[in-house]
């Protein structure tokens, strides 16, 4: 028993420093390379605590989480079952334009609370009917998804800002954007913050999303199809369905995670923005381990980076585009870590299967050996 004990303590240790030690590595890293820059570091580390924790900064810090968490939990579903839906970029927008374009007309002839829930319903019925051609694809004929999602993503792109360049345009404004919705009609705050209560909508997801990986049946057959999806056939599973169903749940939460970040921070759409947080938050995915719990204070960490280093780079003498340096830093670390991990035996693997083989082999030169 005592040794059954030690042993969860010391994977539960190892698994702590595998999903912390690519963020300490890259932070020193990034650090180094500010001072080869000129910049001093410890200016830009402070500036990013003042500008993303402090006073209500880190209010700030976790309105940003709220879009951030829902993206990761749908990168997760699909991760989860070996697919790669990388077409969250399209996704997010289609989201979010459903928020942009619709409010101002749904509020105005509706209730509040009911144009919410209509808006909510319409963007995740749009995530998850973007998802059909690659899923059908990848389900029936074995097409790479990865092609196929970033293809859907580039057209998706493209469809929201010709929507918010002609239709959905507001007539009253030169600027190519959507009318902007009155914050008597965005989502409330929680009371005595000015977070909105998407927060609390994407942590209760993840909540759910995580009693169902590891408390259900749909959870051990998502594993089971995500280890080897030919075993999950000869066990029953329909592959088909399954491949369908969690591209449709993935990408159904990234465009939630837009119309929550419409209505609960912007208020109206632009043309030719995109955050990109699908980019940003894809390192902290694979960190936690594919889990929506563990997922969460990772991705409040890079919201309080993000929301603090932008005026911190700026202290720093530094571009806001060096946040992207830390999060490659962060991706490559992490590599590096898979592959002494996997060498040494430390900690449960956050790479799936697939991927983690061909990391392996990678450092390995191509060799094809086995892993000890």
């Keep these: 028993m005592k040794s059954a004990e030690n042993d969860k303590a010391k994977n539960l ?6 999903s912390i ?30 500008y993303g924790v ?28 070996q697919l790669w839906n990388l077409g969250y970029n399209g996704q997010y927008l289609l989201g979010a334009v459903v928020a942009s374009g619709a409010g101002p007309y ?32 990848k389900a029936r004929y074995g097409t790479n998804e990865i092609i196929t999602s970033l293809v859907m993503s580039f057209i998706g792109v493209g469809i929201a800002n010709l929507l918010i360049k002609g239709p959905l ?3 009253n404004t030169p600027q190519p954007q959507t009318e902007v919705i009155a914050d008597s009609y965005l989502l409330p705050y929680i009371p005595g913050t000015v977070i909105h209560i998407g927060l609390i909508i994407a942590i209760v997801i993840a909540i759910v999303a995580q009693f169902i990986f590891s408390r259900t049946s749909f959870g051990l057959r998502l594993d089971i199809f995500g280890a080897s999806p030919k075993a999950a056939r000869h066990v029953g599973i329909n592959s088909t369905w399954m491949v369908i169903l969690l591209f449709a749940v993935s990408s159904a939460l990234i465009a939630l995670a837009g119309a929550i970040d419409v209505l609960g921070q912007y208020s ?14 894809m390192p902290f995915v694979f960190l936690a381990r594919l889990s929506p719990l563990a997922a969460i204070p990772l991705v409040v960490f890079y919201a309080i980076l993000a929301t ?54 990678l450092f390995q030169g191509g060799t094809g050996r086995k892993s000890s």
Excluded: C
């Excluded at 240790?13 to 595998?18: C, I, M, Q």
């Excluded at 780079?313 to 898979?338: K, S």
């Design 13 to 18: 240790l190892d698994g702590l420093v595998r």
């Design 21 to 50: 030690l690519p963020v300490i590595l890259a932070l020193l890293v990034a650090g180094l390379i500010m001072l080869a820059m000129g910049s001093n570091p410890i200016d830009f580390f402070s500036g990013v605590w003042t």
């Design 54 to 81: 402090t006073g209500s900064n880190l209010q700030r810090s976790l309105v940003l989480s709220a879009p951030l968490i829902l993206v990761a939990v749908g990168l997760i579903v699909a991760f989860r079952g």
């Design 106 to 137: 749904l509020f105005a002839s509706m209730p509040a609370w009911l144009a919410t829930i209509v808006i909510i319903l319409g963007a995740l019925l749009v995530g998850a009917v973007w998802s059909l051609v690659p899923a059908i694809l």
């Design 169 to 171: 345009k507001d007539p």
């Design 268 to 281: 109206y759409q632009r043309a030719n923005w995109d955050p990109h947080y699908g980019d940003a938050v």
């Design 308 to 361: 603090g280093g932008t005026l911190a780079a700026q202290q720093a003498g530094l571009n806001a585009d060096f946040l992207l340096v830390i999060v490659g830093l962060i991706l490559i670390f992490m590599t590096i870590t898979e592959y002494v991990g996997d060498r040494r035996k430390l900690g449960q693997s956050y790479l799936p299967p697939g991927l983690k083989t061909t990391v392996v082999r």
